[in-house]
């Protein structure tokens, strides 16, 4: 983009007017990205593909826009096998560590809770139940205030990591732009109707589709067990439970994940039992040494993440930065959350754990939640079935739908049309390659 602007900086232009500022012209989209990106969209609806599609075809039909949509072909997958893998791993490893955010996010619930039943037994319980803690936490060595993390590798290096350069905008609302992101309230029913009158032919979602994402059991002190924390599993054990499975359709190991845009901060975190009654003092400590060991086992873990995060790293000239940024940023919110986490505890050792740090405690589970909740998104790429359904919506709106032959991308086809006559613009989310006014561009060449 900055060679752009330096090169031919009257190519890029902005239209205020949005796409009635293209009146009258036709433009080529990139199927298989914008599939992508309103697959990968905060949004619990199962057919949110569809809508995307449907709001983003009628915008173009409103302002007199033609659109032809272009898909990646199979052969495309062939010519970049090793960018498959390596995306193939990296979603490996955003799983493992959002298991690792919806165990702390399980044990944060507990632990406010927990907390809650210590405020209400007497001074002495107290101060033993603390002293207790205090005794664990020296003799396990340091918590996370203590020992930061290491830096996240890769082109965004911070080697100081603290809690003011943590990344706040990663939990605030999203910027509400193009019709990409602006879905409004729409029910699931009419979602369905809008895919009924466009005629296309769709399964019965299932139940894991329409139930928006919930991670917290439900949880009770009085049948909590207590697990030994020498049998915490380790970090092996949880790529065992990954179960990432590969799609049959090729096209959603080279996926290019969305920028992962928080949900509504009102988001109910529910599975902690408010009920603490009839708890005694060694069931809270009993409770506290478990939580804490978990903890414990999370920060070893999380390095091994970060090292294996580092020995797994291929250089790939093409990668997009815009999602390397993403995971850089996730990566270290959970970092801030980590350090977070670690000075509750310490606080709680102190014996000096207020109302407000309760309350911060809760805002701190409600910020893990919106990351696990980033994480899975992130985990679960599009399917054969979201691409065509995908292709049905656009076909039934009367779009032309291209598929490309050998080894080439949907935007490198796009673009071409564009060159030859065909088209006036490319429409594409790649930070990448920008595609930008080519009829322009090609005069420079």
Not at 18 to 36: A, E, P, Y
Not at 69 to 84: S, T, Y
Not at 313 to 336: C, F, G, I, L, N
Request: charged content about 25%; aromatic content about 6%.
């Amino acid at each position: 983009m900055t060679v752009t602007l330096k090169t031919c900086p009257e190519v890029l232009k902005s239209l205020p007017s949005r796409l009635k500022g293209l009146n009258g012209k036709t433009i080529v989209i990139d199927g298989t990205l914008i599939t992508q990106r309103l697959h990968f969209a905060p949004m619990p609806h199962p057919y949110r593909h569809v809508l995307g599609w449907y709001r983003i075809i009628k915008e173009l039909r409103d302002s007199a826009v033609t659109a032809i949509c272009v898909f990646d072909g199979k052969d495309r997958n062939l010519a970049k096998q090793i960018e498959i893998e390596r995306r193939r791993e990296s979603r490996r490893m955003t799983t493992a560590r959002g298991l690792l955010e919806v165990e702390r996010l399980t044990r944060l619930c507990k632990l406010t809770t927990l907390v809650k039943a210590w405020r209400g037994l007497d001074s002495h319980s107290q101060h033993s139940t603390a002293t207790a803690l205090r005794s664990l936490v020296d003799s396990a060595g340091l918590i996370a205030t203590d020992t930061p993390l290491p830096a996240i590798a890769g082109g965004f290096v911070d080697q100081n990591l603290d809690e003011s350069a943590a990344p706040e905008f990663v939990f605030e609302e999203p910027e509400r732009d193009a019709h990409l992101h602006t879905y409004g309230e729409i029910k699931q029913d009419e979602v369905l109707e809008i895919v009924q009158q466009a005629g296309v032919p769709v399964s019965a979602p299932q139940d894991t589709d329409v139930e928006p994402i919930s991670y917290l059991p439900e949880f009770s002190l009085a049948s909590a067990s207590i697990e030994d924390p020498r049998t915490l599993p380790p970090l092996q054990s949880i790529f065992k439970q990954l179960s990432l499975g590969d799609s049959d359709d090729s096209r959603a190991e080279e996926s290019c994940e969305f920028i992962e845009e928080p949900i509504s901060k009102s988001s109910p975190i529910s599975g902690a039992s408010t009920d603490v009654t009839h708890i005694t003092a060694e069931d809270i400590q009993s409770e506290l040494t478990t939580l804490y060991f978990e903890y414990k086992a999370s920060l070893s873990q999380l390095q091994s993440l970060h090292s294996s995060t580092i020995s797994a790293m291929q250089p790939v000239s093409d990668e997009d930065p815009t999602e390397a940024r993403t995971e850089y940023m996730m990566s270290k919110t959970q970092q801030h959350l980590t350090i977070e986490e670690g000075k509750f505890w310490d606080r709680l050792a102190e014996l000096c754990v207020t109302e407000s740090d309760v309350s911060s405690a809760i805002a701190l589970a409600e910020r893990s939640s919106l990351l696990s909740e980033s994480y899975e998104r992130r985990t679960n790429p599009p399917t054969t079935d979201t691409y065509n359904e995908s292709l049905e919506i656009l076909r039934a709106m009367g779009v032309p739908c291209l598929q490309c032959r050998g080894p080439f991308e949907a935007e490198a086809l796009a673009s071409s049309m564009v060159l030859q006559g065909y088209a006036d613009y490319v429409a594409t989310e790649d930070t990448v390659r920008g595609f930008f006014l080519y009829s322009r561009i090609a005069d420079h060449l």
